[in-house]
């Protein structure tokens, strides 16, 4: 996982290790990773490698994940700072259960939801000093092609098997793709793309839900619902402060916010998978999909 945040500019890296499932424990697996105690250090083998931060195993707890890499990523959006969490790693290593893109009731809480609630939590503690405007885009890049996730056609026909093993969207005739554009800013913008106004937290889930409906899956040796694309799904947050701000009644301190206006984008983004071929059995349509949009991202996960 990346995160990218204004103060120092720093890209941080922490590891999330996943315990071995199903398969794997009736298979006899047994772990080739261990985490150095008390060290952000995973060992594999002889080598060692060492992160911000170790998550999992015998790490510190995946619970802290939150609070420690992405919590300070929310509050840096009220001051009007852009961030980014990606998750990396091959098919089956668990991007899609740590980022909560699959997104179920009862299920797992990863990160999105869990920067969902504490988005709305600020937002409720600052209400009264602040307008906010909340849109949400949710985008998937499979084989160099830009998707919509939010597109109301989409969501509204559900999910379809599109023959190729992928459960993917409609596509709506006579909506042009989306395009992905500079502005003479250097801004790049997604043309095209549906940015859905939200109010509240159930708004935003529905969003994430109903997207990861329409997300091309498929099947590797590794993980039988496999994502096959990267999927970015990007909350806008808007800020203008009020004219005549109201002070808070339960006497906490009221935070200043220094502009009249500000805009930042968060983008959550759970990656396909960085596997390689062989060990994974993406031959074929698979190795297709991982050739051509893994190594946009990631030039050397496939060398
Ligand atoms: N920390 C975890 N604890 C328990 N189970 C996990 C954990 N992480 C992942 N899993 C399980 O491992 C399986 C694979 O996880 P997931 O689908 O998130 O992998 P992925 O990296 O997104 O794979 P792909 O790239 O193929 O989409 C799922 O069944 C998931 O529930």
Redesign the pocket.
Known sequence: MTMEHGEDCCVKVAV????L??DEKLQGCKDCVTVVPGKPQVQIGTHSFTFDHVY?SSGTP?TAMFDECVAPLVEGLFQGYNATVL?Y???????????G??CKEG??VGIIPRAMAALFDKIEKLKNQVDFQLRVSFIEILKEEVRDLLDPATVAAGKVENGNGHAGKLSVPGKPPVQIREGSNGVITLSGSTEVHVTTQKEMTTCLEQGSLSRA?GS?N???????SHAIFTITLEQMRKADPIMASDGMPIEEMNDDYLCAKLHLV??????RAKR?GSDGLRFKEVFTSTEDFWPLATS
Do not use: C, F, V
Request: hydrophobic fraction near 20%.
């Open positions: 999330h290790a996943r315990p499932i199903g999992g995946s998750a790693g091959q098919t089956g290593s668990g991007k899609t259960y740590t980022m893109t699959a299920t797992h899956t590797t590794m993980n039988n619902q496999s994502s096959r759970d990656l396909a998978g960085s596997e994974t």
